[in-house]
């Protein structure tokens, strides 16, 4: 080598990190423009799959909220044996929003109890001849916070209720509180193995159409190594490609839910002929779009990263 | 300097493709592989830029023991080695220019640079009218220089040429074989793989033949 070559300095591109990202993410840009069906085919894996798992999280989340509306209904309700002077509501009413899991709290008097009585049993009255609000108790109706609704939660809120003096009775539908949460675990449970299933199914999809992406260009990774990239520079502009296809693939399905969405629910109204606002079938809360946008930047980079490693052999 | 001491080289089941193989070629020097098909020359090349590594013995170059350089190590050596493949190694979706540029990107170099240095080296290899054209587009000469090219465009210490005259007719023969003379004048050690005996025979450099994977003999060849 001749001295004057050995003086000839060069102008490095890829001096500091920010030269360097921009050096890898052009190259990662080139390749994506180089191999545009690869590319297609790769991000189209990424939408479809994504946008399944997205329509399995958005009808579980809104089963799940419509359960929850239905937990709603868990109430308990104390009995007094004698009506309690209004001042002595308030002293209950104070003691009761003192045991955690109290929501509201609403006293109904043995006037109210009777006039509900007969309004349940209109065109009837005639049962209820003889019948003065003194027959019927006054009562606590309770509504118990989120927390506080399956049925070990219950039962201690209900224990703590029955230590108030006065309070001769608690009801609080047992059996249906019981039902309605080995409801609930079983659904959670079906969406999580559900879930799990779509996941690995995703992973698995998605990693090896990676994978064959990269066995499509494993001549270009030899080369690389062969004339003394590092791994570094043979990996990042892959990985940079895997984060902007996983991105673009989360975009699209995310685009194609919104779709679905809004095609569904125009379908439901006619179909049904109701209005679906009141169906209460709700669009994604933002943090699982942003989760699902960072599953497919995730997807990509670690589809990429795993498929690499079988093909870089420096 | 390239050193091979009791080099043996074993793929697995097979009878060993290099068989105690002691040589030595000084910086500076062009020397020629030759032997029949499957005599061990292209492992003993994949040795030199450590895409092998011996079973047995010791491979050194510039006095560092390839068997001990770490992995991280190994693109550093490469940088200093241009190789021209057999089949040449050229990707098919990127042009002359960008094939050739892949080994200065390696070392870091800027846009600018590169394109100078590509246009100079193509210029010299009388591709610089096809610098925008894929490989595909290229005669198998065309394509032959432009792997050349890249072996050469970052001034080797070392060229490796595997078969680099194997499909090609006596015209591009003459020009690659200059191509490799001049670069050995500028002080690059050339090592050519080769069962042309014409080739051989023209050019009046030392000879190493190898054959069933042992080292025949090393001899100076009178034109």
């Known amino acids: ?296 930047v995730l997807l990509g980079f670690i589809g990429s990263a795993t498929s690499l490693k079988r093909f870089i052999n420096i | 300097m390239i050193q091979l001491h009791n080099v043996s080289m074993s793929y697995q089941a097979e009878s060993p493709a290099l068989n105690d193989v002691n040589l030595k070629i000084p910086k500076g020097d062009f020397v020629f592989l030759t032997g029949p098909s499957g005599a061990g020359k292209s492992t003993l090349l994949k040795l030199l830029y450590a895409e092998l590594t011996p079973t047995r013995g010791q491979v050194l170059i510039d006095g560092v023991n390839l068997s001990r350089l770490p992995r991280s190590q190994i693109p550093f050596l490469r940088r200093s080695i241009g190789v021209v493949f057999q089949d040449y190694k050229l990707l098919p979706n990127r042009t002359v220019l960008e094939n050739v540029a892949i080994t200065l990107e390696v070392l870091g170099w800027g846009k600018r640079d590169i394109g100078k240095k590509v246009f100079h080296i193509l210029k010299q290899m009388g591709l610089e009218e096809k610098i925008n054209a894929t490989p595909l587009r290229l005669s198998g000469g065309e394509q032959q220089r432009v792997a050349l090219a890249r072996a050469l465009v970052n001034d080797p210490k070392i060229l490796i040429a595997d078969e680099p005259t194997g499909n090609l007719d006596d015209d591009n023969k003459e020009q690659i074989l200059s191509v490799f003379k001049e670069a050995n004048i500028r002080g690059t050690t050339v090592v050519v793989a080769t069962h042309d005996k014409r080739v051989i025979v023209n050019s009046h450099r030392r000879v190493i033949r190898l054959e069933k994977g042992r080292l025949l003999e090393v001899s100076d060849v009178q034109g």
Not at chain 1, 187 to 192: A, E, K, P, V
Request: hydrophobic share 50%; net charge positive; aromatic share 10%.
């Open chain 1, 1 to 296: 080598m001749s001295k004057a070559k050995q003086a000839f300095r060069p102008k490095l591109a890829q001096e500091g990190f920010l030269g360097r990202l921009s050096f890898f993410t052009a190259r990662a840009l080139a390749n994506l423009r180089q191999n545009v069906f690869v590319s297609i085919v790769t991000v189209g894996t990424i939408s479809l799959a994504l946008l399944i798992a997205a329509l399995f999280l958005l009808v579980y989340v809104n089963l799940e909220g419509m359960a929850e509306g239905w937990s709603d209904k868990v109430q308990v309700t104390a009995y007094f044996d004698r009506e309690p002077t209004p001042l002595a509501v308030a002293a209950l009413k104070g003691r009761v929003n003192q045991i955690p899991g109290t929501s509201k709290a609403v006293f109904v008097t043995q006037v109210e109890a009777e006039k509900r009585l007969r309004g349940r049993l209109k065109g009837q009255e005639s049962l209820l001849e003889g019948i003065t609000p003194e027959v019927l108790p006054a009562s606590l109706e309770i509504s118990l916070d989120r927390k506080h609704r399956d049925s070990a939660a219950v039962a201690s809120y209900v224990a703590a209720l029955k230590q108030i003096q006065g309070v001769s009775e608690v009801q609080y539908g047992e059996e249906w509180v019981k039902r309605f949460n080995s409801f609930m675990n079983l659904f959670r449970l079906m969406g999580s193995l559900l879930g799990g299933f779509l996941v690995i199914a995703v992973l698995f999809i998605v990693s090896n159409t990676i994978k064959l992406t990269i066995y499509a260009r494993k001549d270009e990774l030899e080369l690389l190594g062969l004339v003394g990239a590092t791994r570094f520079f043979i990996k990042a502009p892959f990985l940079i490609e895997g984060v902007l296809q996983g991105a673009l693939g989360a975009v699209f399905a995310l685009v194609a839910l919104l779709a679905c969405y809004f095609a569904f629910l125009k379908n439901a109204a006619n179909f049904l002929g109701v209005n679906p606002a009141a169906a209460g079938l709700s669009f994604l809360p933002v943090p699982h779009l942003a989760a699902i946008l960072v599953g497919g």
